[in-house]
C-alpha cells in the first residue's frame, strides 16, 4: 500500500495519512487486540464488556448514531497496522463488541486488503456465512495460519441468540460456522485442523445439553472458557493478585486501593488509542468514549505523547499512546505507572494463564496481560489473602 497516496474521507472530510515509523515489538509481547466497534448485534446479560457485570451491555455501550465518529476509519486502521511488523507467530486479533459490524460490515476486508499480518477473529457471527465471506474481499487466508487452536473464535450466547433465532440459537451457529467450508475456509472437528471453532462461557447458569452435544459433535470445535467473575457471592476464575477483581464488588474493603501498573498487551480502542488494560479501556467507553479527545488530538496531527497532558488533563482515566501518533512506541507499554483503581481490575487482565510461549503449561510460570507491584494492601485485609507469603511480595510496604 502506497500511504502517501492514500486519502480516505469521513464526513466529507479528506485525510491524507503518512507513513509512520515501524514499531519495534519486544520478543516477550504476548497478544495484539483491536477493538474495532464497541457496538454489538447482542445484549447479554453476561458480557465481558461489562466491568461490574450488571446486565447492562446494550446501556453501557448504546449503538450510536452514524453522524457521531466513534471508530478509525479502515484506512486509519490500515496505516496504524502496518506500524506493526509482520509475525507469523504473532496474530493481531479483532474484536469488540462486534468486529463483522464494523464500517457497516465491509470494514475487515478493506483492512485485511491492505495489511500483510495474519488476524484472529472474536465474533458471535452477526453476519450469514455468505455476506462475511464476501466482504472479506477474497482474504480469507488472512484468518488461516497453522496453530493449536482455531482463528476464528466464535462465542455462543444463549439467552439471546435464541431470541434473534428463535429458539434455534445452537444449531444456528453451528450451520453458519459449518457453511464456512463453502468459501475457502477449513472446518474441521479438530481445533488444530479448524479455522472456526465455538466457545461458550463457563458461567454457573451456562448448560450443556445432550442435544447441543449431538449438534456440534464430528462438525465443529466446541469448548467452554472459564467464567471470571462473581456469581452469588462466589468468585469465579485463577487471580494472581488478591482481591484484584473483587474487592469493591464483594464489599471485602470500601474503596480501592493504590499501586502501579504495566501491561504486557497492545490493546488499541476503536479510535486508535493505546490503553493500558481493560478496565480503563472499558470505562471510558462506558462515559462515552474519548470522541472530543479524538478530534482535538485529530487537529494536533495526532501528536498525542506532545499534547496528552493538555488534552486529558481533567481525566483520570488516560491512555498510554495512540497509534496514528508518530513519537508512539513500545517502550511506553513498558512503563509502570501509578493507578489508584486495584480491586477493579478486569478478570481477563490478572487470571492466571498461559501465554503464547506456554510458559504456565511448559515451565509452571503463570502469565498475567499486566504486571502490578507496589499495592497498598492494609494489614487489615492480610488475614483475607490467600497464599499470603506468595502474595507479599506484590504489597508495599512489605511485611
Not at 465481558?48 to 479502515?74: H, V, W, Y
Not at 496474530?91 to 463483522?100: K, N, R, V
Request: proline share 6%.
Amino acid at each position: 500500500m502506497d500511504s502517501l497516496n492514500q486519502t480516505t474521507q469521513f464526513n466529507f472530510k479528506v485525510v491524507i495519512l503518512m507513513v509512520l515509523p515501524s514499531l519495534q515489538l519486544p520478543n516477550t509481547l504476548n497478544y495484539i487486540g483491536v477493538f474495532l466497534t464497541l457496538e454489538c448485534n447482542l445484549s447479554c446479560s453476561y458480557c465481558i464488556n461489562d466491568p461490574q457485570q450488571t446486565g447492562q451491555r446494550e446501556m453501557l455501550f448504546p449503538i450510536q448514531a452514524k453522524s457521531l465518529r466513534k471508530c478509525l476509519t479502515p484506512a486509519e486502521w490500515s496505516q496504524a497496522l502496518n506500524r506493526i511488523p509482520y509475525r507469523e507467530d504473532l496474530p493481531i486479533t479483532l474484536q469488540g463488541g462486534e468486529p463483522m459490524l464494523y464500517w457497516s460490515g465491509k470494514g475487515l476486508g478493506m483492512i485485511l486488503s491492505e495489511t500483510p499480518h495474519y488476524f484472529d477473529l472474536l465474533t458471535n457471527f452477526a453476519l450469514k456465512p455468505k455476506t462475511f465471506a464476501n466482504n472479506l474481499n477474497g482474504q480469507q487466508r488472512k484468518l488461516q495460519r497453522d496453530a493449536p487452536y482455531p482463528s476464528i473464535r466464535v462465542s455462543y450466547h444463549a439467552e439471546e441468540m435464541n431470541r434473534v433465532w428463535r429458539g434455534q440459537g445452537f444449531a444456528e451457529l453451528i450451520n453458519r460456522c459449518e457453511a464456512l467450508s463453502d468459501y475457502g475456509f477449513r472446518v474441521s472437528p479438530s481445533k488444530a485442523e479448524s479455522d472456526v471453532g465455538i466457545y461458550m462461557v463457563a458461567h454457573p447458569q451456562n448448560k450443556m445439553t445432550a442435544e447441543m452435544e449431538s449438534t456440534y459433535t464430528g462438525r465443529v470445535p466446541f469448548e467452554s472458557k472459564e467464567f471470571l467473575g462473581i456469581h452469588e457471592g462466589k468468585l469465579h476464575g485463577h487471580y494472581l493478585y488478591p482481591f484484584s477483581t473483587d474487592l469493591i464488588a464483594r464489599n471485602i474493603h470500601l474503596n480501592t486501593l493504590s499501586c502501579e501498573c504495566r501491561t504486557t498487551e497492545l490493546l488499541l480502542d476503536p479510535l486508535g488509542f493505546v490503553w493500558g488494560c481493560h478496565f480503563y479501556l472499558y470505562q471510558s467507553w462506558i462515559a462515552g468514549g474519548p470522541v472530543r479527545e479524538f478530534e482535538e488530538l485529530e487537529a494536533q496531527g495526532f501528536r498525542y505523547s506532545e499534547n496528552r497532558a493538555r488534552i486529558f488533563a481533567i481525566h483520570d482515566l488516560a491512555p498510554i499512546g495512540h497509534m496514528l501518533d508518530p513519537d508512539f512506541t513500545m517502550a511506553d507499554l513498558e512503563v509502570f505507572r501509578s493507578c489508584r483503581h486495584y480491586g477493579r481490575c478486569i478478570g481477563c487482565d490478572t487470571k492466571v494463564k498461559n501465554d503464547r510461549f506456554q510458559s504456565y503449561y511448559d515451565q509452571g510460570i503463570a502469565h498475567t496481560s499486566v504486571m502490578i507491584r507496589n499495592i497498598q494492601m492494609p494489614a487489615s485485609l492480610y488475614d483475607k489473602v490467600e497464599n499470603l507469603d506468595y502474595s507479599q511480595k506484590f504489597f508495599t510496604p512489605p511485611l
